[in-house]
């Protein structure tokens, strides 16, 4: 075996990927799986064409619902509902506006990642390249399916990297693979095409001053945490459900079709020329025995039961993952029963915002390193706030007189108002006194300033 060589888990969970990516794609990619989601029924086979043109007509009038891709959307909404606070060192600033070669900014990213950990439950990322202009490197994603082989001990790694490739107005498939090992404590990069090792070799990464690097600059991220082996994609029951369904679809419409198809019989007589509005049938049969001439068709006994398998199958898509996206605070319901329920529905939300800012930031930490940058500089915090935390006047304003009378330091009153979204989250507590103080910088010093809202007080303008 060569360098397209798969590991154990890898082939484990390839159906697992295959049927995430197929139905968040949708109905065009589920059918053109064909039997793979829908089997061919066994009396289709009886026909002459085995079966291929009854199938097509079986597999066109079934539906397949788009419930992964309107589950993954609001989970990626809920979860980013407010970004992330990212913070580097000042020589890496650049990757804010492009962290990727391709050209998405770091926020774009970080919201990749988190999509494709709710979908396949992996991601990873790779530090390589350079940003000419900015002397950065790049971040490289990668699916969960391109990493095809790798070690525990995290000192090797094969990439799957193969794409079309355009030549002039012609694109034509091309298998490239990018090795990463760790060897004599040394970072080393081998690129082949097809199974062969390119004779030009990438210029291997190094630290700033020519060292090079002793660890693999390359995060494996996971939905609950940064481990190498591939889990069970968090949104797989979804997926489930929507074969179910589109299986149910397929029989479903097939009686309604059959049932709408009465065909026309005589009994005990000649069939008539024609049929319809218009036609007087004279039916003649042999002697002494009575013609009969109806319309016989399916009685559709199952249509009913159909009906509610597809109401429960549409339940269990719900309960495999939209609910989580239930933010609606019933009207009874107390805020410690809110705070209970929601932390019970948005566990996985939780572990999977905590994994995708872990991993990003890893990934920045060895850029941090790379270019002479402190790594420990480099701090991402999730959002852990999927339910609407909005804080209302009143609240702020007890906030701000707790302060006053020594109840609680200033930086306890901005990180709780920061909390409440009445401060934004990538601001810093030094960047919000700089702000406050530049704007007080025009007012008269003789203007009283209101100690909620920070404005001046308009003086009485009647008072003598």
């Known amino acids: 075996m060569g360098v397209d060589a798969k590991h154990p888990d890898w082939a484990d969970r390839r159906d ?13 990619a589920v059918k053109e799986a064909g039997e793979t989601y829908l089997p061919m029924p066994s009396g289709f086979k009886a026909q002459d064409d085995k079966g291929v043109g009854y ?65 396949m439950g992996r991601y990873s990322l790779l530090v390589t390249g350079s940003q000419e202009a900015a002397g950065l490197p790049y971040l490289a994603g990668y699916t969960a399916e391109a990493l095809i082989n790798w070690s525990d ?52 990464l190094q630290a700033r001053g020519g060292k090079a690097l002793t660890e693999i600059p390359f995060v494996v991220i996971g939905a609950k945490d940064l481990a190498v082996a591939p889990e069970e994609p968090p949104l797989i029951g979804v997926a489930r459900s929507v074969i179910a369904q589109y299986q149910l679809s397929a029989d479903y419409r097939w009686q309604l079709f059959m049932t709408g198809q009465e065909t026309a019989t005589v009994i005990n007589g000649d069939a008539p020329d024609a049929v319809g509005a218009g036609v007087v049938l004279v039916l003649k049969g042999e002697p002494n025995m009575t013609p009969d001439f109806k319309y ?22 719900i309960a495999a993952g939209a609910r989580l996206l239930d933010s609606e605070k019933r009207a009874a319901e107390s805020g410690d029963a809110l705070r209970l329920r929601y932390t019970a529905q948005t566990a996985t939300l939780t572990t999977i915002s905590q994994a995708s800012a872990a991993g990003l930031e890893k990934a920045l930490r060895y850029v941090a390193t790379i270019i002479g940058a402190n790594p420990d500089e480099v701090i991402v915090t999730p959002n852990l706030q999927f339910v609407d935390q909005l804080m209302d006047p009143q609240a702020a304003a007890n906030l701000v007189k707790v302060w006053q009378a020594g109840g609680m330091s200033k930086l ?13 989250p990538e601001r810093t507590f030094e960047e919000e006194e700089e702000e406050i103080a530049k704007d007080q910088e025009g007012m008269e010093p003789e203007q009283d300033l209101d100690p909620v809202t920070g404005l001046p007080i308009e003086q009485d303008k009647t008072a003598a």
């Open 55 to 119: 199938y097509a007509i079986y597999q066109t009038r079934a539906q397949v619902p788009d419930s992964v891709a309107q589950t993954l959307a609001g989970m990626v909404g809920v979860i980013h509902r407010v970004e992330s606070k990212i913070e580097m060192p000042d020589a890496m600033q650049g990757l804010w506006e492009k962290a990727t070669k391709d050209g998405l900014t770091l926020e774009a990213l970080h919201r990749r990642i988190t999509s494709d950990l709710l979908l």
């Open 412 to 424: 306890s009153l901005f990180e709780n108002l920061q909390r409440g979204e009445l401060i934004s």
């Open 296 to 317: 016989v068709g399916p009685s559709g006994t199952g249509i009913q039961a159909h009906e509610r398998a597809l109401a429960a199958e549409k339940q269990n898509a």
């Open 16 to 28: 697992e990927w295959r049927l995430m990516r197929d139905t968040a794609r949708g109905e065009k």
């Open 153 to 204: 001990e995290r000192d090797f790694y094969v990439l799957d990297e193969s794409a079309p490739v355009r030549n002039g107005f012609e694109w034509t498939d091309e298998q490239r693979y990018r090795v990463l090992t760790l060897g004599g404590a040394r970072y080393k990069v081998e690129t082949y095409t097809g199974t062969t090792l390119d004779e030009k070799q990438p210029d291997e």
